[in-house]
């Protein structure tokens, strides 16, 4: 099922990215909206269910892990998204070594190379340790967000899958 959650996913951030013409509402509805539930995340509801299983898809108005987990990601990627050009997803190959020409990244390998370039790898290390310190899914993604602007902050124009 992971695959089939990815798949949905990277079809999420395709449709949004356009080729180049950002749904820029939709992406400035995700960046604000903390849940799929919430009110602002209503404008991007069409997009999300249109590429959703049905399977998937909640019964009684509480959103389901997939529906949770597809929506974090994409907010991430709404985030990373906002004020560039080109689009900021990279797909991930593991089977060619290309991803270093094409400067595509795991959030992790992107949060690492950023430490090893950077002078506060202090402060990167105390994000990351409270990440891996929180067992509450609200808290996880909430510093997810956090660490996902540490690297927008610093425009290293990596492209993260």
Not at 50 to 68: P, V
Not at 110 to 124: F, I, P, V
């Amino acid at each position: 099922m992971a695959f089939e959650i990815e798949k949905a996913t990277e079809r999420i951030i395709r449709q949004l990215y356009n080729n180049g013409d950002t749904d820029k509402a939709s992406l400035s509805a995700l960046r604000s909206a903390a849940t799929i539930d919430g009110y602002r995340a209503q404008k991007v509801w069409p997009v999300f269910l249109s590429n959703l299983d049905e399977q998937w898809l909640s019964k009684n108005g509480k959103a389901t892990r997939e529906e949770a987990a597809i929506f974090a990601a994409v907010r991430m990627y709404a985030l990373h998204q906002q004020a560039s050009d080109s689009c900021v997803f990279g797909r991930r190959n593991y089977s060619d070594k290309k991803d270093e020409e094409t400067n595509s990244r795991e959030l992790f390998e992107a949060l690492n190379w950023l430490k090893q370039g950077t002078d506060s790898h202090e402060a990167l290390d105390r994000r990351v340790q409270a990440l891996l310190g929180t067992n509450n899914y609200n808290a996880v993604i909430d510093q997810l967000v956090h660490l996902m602007q540490i690297i927008k902050s610093k425009k290293t124009g990596i492209q993260i899958d």
